[in-house]
């Protein structure tokens, strides 16, 4: 016969029931359970004003933790964060400090905690991610020394309209500048976008974007003509090398926010998707903390470029040491009788030759050299190399002119400090 198992549960109502019989007295009961005579009498207490299922186990957990959160203050981080489903623990503390700086909130990581618990968090997907580039960062040391430009990822709305929204932003700052949908992705749209920022907040040191149209072509230096209205503004074009969006990262990142705020889904029209773009550029630059800004807003970082956009585009400069043409239809100029292609996109404009020697020139165009000329062969010569501004004299290769007629720009002030125009 098998034995029967007994848990300790069993052995208390034994116990309990066994009293009730008068059989035995306390002392002997305790004795014969191995218990004291205090937990016996604990345990009929128990047994008198419960019955038996009082003899069970209670949870012990405390009813209230000294340290818990009030439910006031999980109300208020969970209404935030259901406002802002892409903020994480540290943005909704700053917001929260910030707007009620009388309360004391958990930290971040009791917010996290707070969200996780409701389910309101999206866990991402973990990709594999290509170490960053850091050069072209080097120079965005202060506002307006770089702005970044570039086209989201075009989508449609609910009616069917496509939606080519453009993006600037200060490098430093991390303030959007712009997000504007256009109706072409064209020279003259996009020119005109860009000149309400410049009149709005000035003129920026250097504009960074991607090789693709209308910032770039396939001219000489991949100018193109809205790289060349910014070139006579004294505005430095650079383009990141191709296929390394990363190099641009700051502007990437801030376009997946873009993306999880007003496109995920579109609106109902263009109008409407309009609005959510408005809307996202004012809760961006003003009220949703940055964290690579120390959790400062961008608003509170940048400042309006003291150089102000002129009224009227000047006209390119040279030295007396140039001889300078003007490039006329189909992108030639003349040279001692003789035509000159040069790039389509100058036509118009004047350029400047400096000579390096008795047979090379440099072209330059605005303060910028942009090829190099043979005059014996008479042909353009691209240059693929950065400018050597040190000063020295020209050598088999270089562009660098040396005496410059004027001074040259400064190592930041030239086309690009990655991939030159």
């Known amino acids: 016969m098998p034995w029967k198992a007994s848990s300790v549960v069993d052995e208390r109502m034994r116990f309990v029931l066994e009293q009730e019989c008068g059989l035995h007295t306390m002392t002997e009961l305790c004795e014969a359970y191995h218990i004291t005579r205090e937990t016996g009498y604990y345990w009929l207490r128990r047994y008198q004003q419960g019955g038996l ?226 809307r996202f550029r004012r809760e961006y630059n003003e009220e949703r903390p940055h964290e690579a800004l120390d959790l400062e807003t961008p608003s509170a970082m940048y400042t309006r470029s003291a150089q102000a956009y002129p009224a009227r585009v000047p006209e390119p400069e040279y030295g007396s040491a140039m001889q300078v043409r003007r490039v006329a239809e189909r992108g030639q100029f003349r040279w001692k009788c003789q035509r000159v292609f040069l790039s389509e996109t100058l036509v118009g404009e004047t350029i400047g030759l400096l000579p390096i020697d008795d047979r090379f020139y440099t072209v330059y165009f605005a303060a910028f050299p942009i090829a190099r000329f043979d005059s014996r062969r008479i042909t353009i010569v691209p240059q693929s190399k950065e400018w050597d501004f040190s000063g020295g004299g020209a050598r088999e290769g270089d562009i660098a002119p040396s005496p410059a007629p004027h001074p040259p720009p400064s190592p930041e002030e030239k086309v690009s400090g990655m991939c030159p125009v």
């Open 53 to 278: 299922e009082a003899l069970a186990d209670r949870d012990r957990a405390p009813r209230q933790h000294p340290n818990q959160t009030p439910e006031e203050i999980e109300e208020a981080v969970l209404v935030l964060r259901r406002a802002h489903m892409s903020w994480g623990p540290r943005k909704l503390k700053r917001v929260l400090e910030r707007e009620h700086g009388e309360r004391h909130w958990p930290a971040a990581s009791t917010i996290g905690g707070i969200v996780a618990r409701e389910g309101l968090v999206v866990p991402r997907k973990k990709r594999r991610r290509t170490p960053p580039y850091a050069q072209p960062f080097a120079s965005a040391d202060a506002p307006n020394r770089v702005w970044c430009a570039d086209f989201k990822g075009w989508f449609r709305t609910g009616d069917g309209e496509r939606i080519d929204p453009l993006t600037i932003s200060d490098a430093y700052s991390r303030y959007l500048l712009r997000c504007q949908r256009v109706e072409k992705t064209d020279c003259e749209r996009v020119r005109a976008v860009f000149e309400a920022a410049f009149r709005e907040c000035g003129l920026p040191g250097a504009i960074r974007t991607d090789n693709g149209a209308p910032f770039a072509s396939r001219a000489v230096r991949g100018l193109s003509r809205l790289a060349v209205w910014w070139m006579k503004l004294g505005i430095v074009p650079e383009r990141i090398a191709a296929g390394h969006p990363e190099q641009n990262g700051r502007h990437e990142r801030m376009h997946r926010t873009l993306k999880q705020e007003t496109a995920s889904p579109p609106a109902a029209n263009g109008r409407a998707q309009q609005r959510a773009f408005d």
